[in-house]
């Protein structure tokens, strides 16, 4: 690399440090991450709106958290680990043992899976939901049971618990993805009452921070009631720091115990560490984030209505149109004009999931989806 292609460590961290600085004082712009991001999107001339990523960027305190780990980066990440536990028990109201950080809640599915399903322990859970889970239980040979959602796109969580009486593992991703939909709080309450000890329900929370009815809660506070209930978080969605891998589970100490010893040691790298520790204490950057986003949505739900379209209302950064037709044309067409969007889910060929982006990334994406759907 030539002199004046490289970067010092300690240029590069003034850049960074300056810009969230910036950012700090300009909350209605985007963060530094985001303008890299749209920098480099520009370059490539594509619109990404496939993977329900946040993209208003991580807090500028997790920047600057980050910038200021450059030279921690020698260090195993173990007392990094331990401050991140202790604020997340103090954000939940839970003690310390009752939290297992991860890279990212995938790996807290991957543990779990390995750790509570088997060849004689199914999975059960719901058609369409996130398929990590089922991967994972899969490598693990054990039997996966799908049950359909409700023409409500709610978990059917009768016919869940009725599937569930050899079931090691019953996972729950509430709000669902991918239908940005709800499960009520009055009937995971009642569901929770009824599965039997011996089967671990895992309640995959990732999208949580987006929902805005009174029909929706946490499921957290459970814990202390159901010693089988597993609690999965992430720092990929509101947090807006997908990249870094980091997320967490909320449960018994004994259930941590045993999905431990499946766990890589020292998965989560520092940068993600301190960033996440430092997002905690940023609660007006989640709140901007969550209010952004329902901005958006709400222009979106609007653009549609005047194109009498249908789709599921989201709880989440993403949405599920119904095109009346074969999706996977039109998102092969959308990936055509430079617009990605998500994929095809077998359970719901003719609908489109699309993240909510910026007003400027749903506009361009409006323009492109009513010219493929025109042609």
Partial sequence: ??????????????????????????????????????????????????????????????????????????????????????????????????????????????????AFTGPTRKLVFANPTFEAIAAHARTAQAELVKIDLTSEYAHDLTKMLAAGSEAGLIYICNPNNPTASITPKDQIRAFLAKVPSQTIVLVDEAYHHYVETGDY?????????????????????????????????????????????????????????????ASLQDAEHVERGRRLNTEVRKYLYAELDKSGLKYIPSHANFLMIDLRREAHPVIAAMRGRNVEVGRVFSALPNFMRVTIGTRPQMETFLSVFREVMAA
């Avoid at 990929?236 to 941590?256: F, Q």
Wanted: glycine letters at 8%; one cysteine or more.
């Fill in 1 to 114: 690399m030539s002199n004046r292609t490289q970067i010092s460590r300690r240029g590069f961290a003034k850049i960074l440090g300056t810009s969230a600085a910036f950012a700090a004082f300009q909350p209605t712009l985007a963060t530094p991450a985001l303008r890299l991001v749209r920098t480099a999107s520009a370059a490539s001339g594509v619109v990404r709106l496939s993977s329900n990523e946040n993209p208003y960027g991580p807090s500028p305190a997790a920047l600057k958290a980050m910038t200021d780990a450059f030279s921690l980066t020698w260090r195993y990440p173990d007392e990094y680990e331990q401050a991140l536990v202790e604020g997340l028990g103090k954000l939940n109201g839970i003690p310390n043992n009752q939290i297992l950080i991860g890279a990212g809640s995938g790996e807290i599915l991957k543990i779990a899976a390995t």
């Fill in 217 to 277: 809660e946490s499921v957290v506070p459970l814990l202390k009631q159901y010693p089988n209930l597993i609690v999965a978080r992430t720092f990929s969605k509101v947090y807006g720091m997908a990249g870094l891998r980091c997320g967490y589970c909320a449960t018994r100490p004994e259930l941590i115990q045993l999905m431990r010893v499946h766990q890589t040691w020292d998965s989560v790298n520092i940068m993600a560490l301190v960033a996440a520790t």
